[in-house]
């Protein structure tokens, strides 16, 4: 079956729910658990979920979604959760912690490799951090953060892992990844492009990362089996993939995914 009839009616219901659960949101707090590289487009969103629905009020969690998925499963009090990477919500999905039939891609994301935005390094391609000149890359811990794993997987596809495991520096998160290069204190970075557009006067991007070479770093969000807040957390949901929530989510470098 053509997936774009299935996400048509997704979307189409989805806008539908958000009409109707607007309502039903009113003076109703939520806590969305979501991946740090939505940050600002979420807190953004965050505010125009508040002022549809009076009284309501959204609370944040963010983090590496590794992470925020085993605060999920440790009991976490959490309506909604985003996710960077199928794979954490996946592993959620198994361990029976969202609630059936709420789950829905929502954004895409590209990888890349930053520098220093004063940076000199002569770096035009992944293979070029095997140069003697690069000493430290900075990557998120593949173990929890997925643009870690991506790239993992961007290392791997170019033959390159085995050389660069001495030069990578471990982040908890994409945006500690994007610290340590807005800072200077690493040669190089892989995060998304959403991430060095939001400090785009401090890194810049030296190499994108072909699609081939990595798993679609494809964003879902579901509303959490365990919540109280049902409705609430559904409505936000439906803001998320609404059309005006995918303006937001464009303003800040995402894509459809």
């Given at each position: ?46 505010k ?9 009020k ?9 992470d ?5 499963e440790?009991?976490?009090?959490v ?23 709420s789950?829905?891609n929502?954004?895409?994301n ?74 200077d ?32 770093a494809?964003?879902?969000?579901a ?35």
């Amino acid at each position: 079956m053509s997936r774009k009839p299935f996400l048509l009616v997704a979307v189409v219901a989805s806008l539908l729910a958000f009409s109707f659960g607007a309502a039903q949101a009113d003076a109703a707090e939520i806590t969305v658990s979501a991946a740090i590289s939505l940050k600002n487009a979420f807190e953004e969103m965050g505010k125009l979920y508040e002022a549809t629905n009076k009284g309501a009020k959204v609370l944040f969690n963010f983090g590496a979604s590794g992470d925020l998925m085993r605060q999920l499963e440790g009991g976490a009090p959490v309506d909604v959760f985003a996710s960077a990477a199928q794979k954490d919500m996946d592993e959620a999905d198994k361990k029976g912690l969202l609630l059936s039939g709420s789950r829905v891609n929502f954004a895409a994301n590209t990888v890349v490799l930053v520098l220093p935005a004063a940076s000199k390094a002569p770096i035009r391609s992944f293979e070029d951090l095997k140069a003697d000149g690069i000493n430290s890359i900075a990557v998120g811990n593949p173990k929890t953060v997925p643009a870690g794993r991506y790239a993992e997987e961007v290392f791997t596809y170019y033959k390159i892992l085995d050389p660069l495991r001495g030069k990578l520096i471990f982040a908890e998160n994409v945006r500690q990844v994007l610290d340590y290069v807005a800072r200077d204190e690493v040669d190089a970075g892989v995060v998304y492009s959403t991430d060095a557009m939001a400090r785009a006067r401090e890194v810049r991007i030296a190499v994108v990362a072909p699609d081939r070479s990595h798993k679609p770093a494809i964003y879902p969000i579901a509303v959490v089996k365990s919540t109280r807040n049902e409705s609430p957390a559904k409505a936000f949901i439906s803001l998320v993939v609404s059309r005006e929530g995918q303006r937001i989510l464009e303003k800040y470098g995402f894509k459809t995914p």
